[in-house]
């Protein structure tokens, strides 16, 4: 059964840094984009930041580009999400989402980290 796990979220003060990991079990990413997505209280679920195709395309959301960086692993079931200069409105609960390529015809979500940054 495919899964996707989250891990790596805590709570950090404004200005710090922290490193989300995303790690598949029963698929490995070879035939997937892999996205991390987050949602605030009271907000809707937003991109953050996505590969692209298979490669090395990315995009990211305006509010987080040149501060988070999203990168595969060594082994080609884990994905991360480098978080720097992080503030307050960075407080979410992150979640990781892998869709085949290039239709999404299957759509993997994980159960979300929670990243709280302290003022």
């Known amino acids: 059964q495919a899964q996707l796990v989250e891990s790596g979220g805590s709570v950090v003060q404004a200005g710090g840094s922290l490193r989300l990991s995303c790690a598949a079990s029963?698929?490995?990413?070879?035939?997937?984009?892999v996205g991390w997505y987050r949602q605030a209280p009271g907000k809707e679920r937003e991109l953050v930041a996505r590969f692209t195709d298979l490669d090395r395309g990315t995009m990211y959301a305006s509010s987080v580009k040149g501060r988070f960086t999203i990168s595969r692993g060594r082994t080609n079931n884990i994905v991360y999400l480098q978080m720097n200069s992080l503030t307050p409105d960075d407080t979410a609960v992150y979640f990781c989402r892998a869709q085949t390529y290039p239709n999404g015809v299957r759509d993997l979500w994980g159960q979300g980290t929670q990243v709280t940054v302290s003022s």
């Open positions: 029963g698929i490995t990413f070879t035939n997937y984009v």
